[in-house]
């Protein structure tokens, strides 16, 4: 009686060159860039309770929605804040 150890052993070999081919193909193997997408940049009023003069000389440019400092950093942008009723924090567009 023949022993079944060779053909299992060539099935196994069969297979694992198959997995080994086949695997790039349907499994992405690149590597994510680090890019962070920017938030749009909006004008923002940058003005707490008094604000003489002109509303235009206090619209900035700031990306939206971002309010963490070291976010804002990340994204090249400036962090800055102004105190009104509460203060409020902001990333100034570069």
């Known amino acids: 009686m023949k022993k ?6 060539v099935l196994l070999v ?10 790039p ?3 992405s193997h690149d590597k994510q860039t680090n890019t962070i997408e920017k938030p749009a940049v ?3 009023f940058a003005c707490g309770d008094y604000c003489p003069g002109p ?7 700031v990306y939206q929605d971002v309010t963490d400092e070291t976010q804002c950093k ?7 804040n102004f105190q009104g009723w ?3 924090h902001y990333c100034l567009a570069e």
């Open 86 to 88: 509460t203060k409020v």
């Open 55 to 61: 509303p235009e000389q206090y619209t900035v440019k």
């Open 25 to 27: 193909k349907y499994v």
């Open 74 to 80: 990340d994204l090249g942008g400036t962090p800055a």
């Open 42 to 44: 909006v004008d923002f």
């Open 14 to 23: 069969i297979l694992l060159s198959a997995t080994y081919l086949l695997w």
């Open 4 to 9: 079944p150890l060779p053909f299992i052993l």
